[in-house]
């Protein structure tokens, strides 16, 4: 079996329908990340009626720049309220793509800061978006000792990626994997023990909305790039997400 460990069912059209076709491909686990409270609300209510669908609780570092502080109060406020029933925080991070003053780089720094001390009040993982902002997410996660990463969507340099692996932490791989040769590169020289699979669903590849049900295509691209049998890498991410997540396998 499969886990897709970072994507927003919240903004999938058909959630229902695609959550059903993904189970049929033998993934058995959802983590859909949160971006503000209505995301937060949305996937709270779809992991009620999903039990394969698990909720990260957060907000996303670009959507952040569009809210006030009242708004970003509130939101962690939500966060405080619900965060017994998620099974993680995220997605925070820093993105320095949309963030291009300092002073908007303040802000994703110190909600980031505030997004850690939560994961660990409640002894959470936390999901990661490092766009544009790598060594330094993995610098104040350093700081603060988060223990329980996982750095989505990761593309690391070889220094960063030997700290993520240093610190025990998971990152993912997503459908870039089918046609970006930096992603098969990284995905050739990262280790299996460190990895989980992805799809960010639902976001766009060739014009083509991302599903959970690809994540069993995703880890047949990485069998093909590293030589490895496709059970193995079936096996190991999916024991890297159960144990990040701090869940048991059944049967
Ligand atoms: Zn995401």
Not at 126 to 150: F, Y
Not at 153 to 161: D, E, I, T, V, Y
């Amino acid at each position: 079996m499969f886990v897709d460990i970072h994507c927003h069912l919240d903004a999938v059209k058909n959630a229902s329908e695609k959550i059903a076709l993904a189970e049929k491909e033998n993934v058995s686990l959802i983590v859909s990340n949160s971006v503000d409270i209505k995301s937060m609300e949305k996937n709270i209510s779809l992991s009620k009626r999903f039990p394969i669908v698990k909720v990260a609780l957060g907000i996303h570092p670009s959507e952040a720049l569009s809210m006030n502080e009242k708004e970003i109060e509130k939101a962690f406020s939500f966060m405080e309220k619900n965060l017994k029933k998620a099974i993680a925080v995220g997605e925070t991070g820093l993105d320095f793509k949309h963030a291009v003053t300092e002073k908007r780089r303040e802000l994703q720094r110190e909600l980031f800061k505030r997004h850690i001390s939560l994961a660990l009040e409640f002894n959470k993982p936390v999901i990661v978006h490092s766009r544009n902002a790598r060594k330094e997410c993995i610098n104040i996660l350093s700081e603060m000792n988060a223990e329980k990463v996982l750095l989505h969507w990761f593309l690391g340099s070889k220094k960063l990626l030997f700290e993520a692996i240093e610190n025990d932490w998971l990152y993912s791989i997503g459908p870039s994997v089918f046609e970006n040769p930096a992603v098969q590169k990284f995905a050739l020289l990262s280790p299996l023990k460190n990895m989980a699979l992805e799809t960010d669903s639902p976001v766009l590849f060739n014009g083509k909305p991302a599903e959970p049900q690809w994540i069993p295509r995703i880890a047949k691209k990485i069998a093909k790039l590293k030589k490895t049998p496709l059970k193995k890498v079936e096996t190991v991410t999916t024991n890297n997400a159960f144990r990040l997540l701090g869940l048991q396998q059944k049967g």
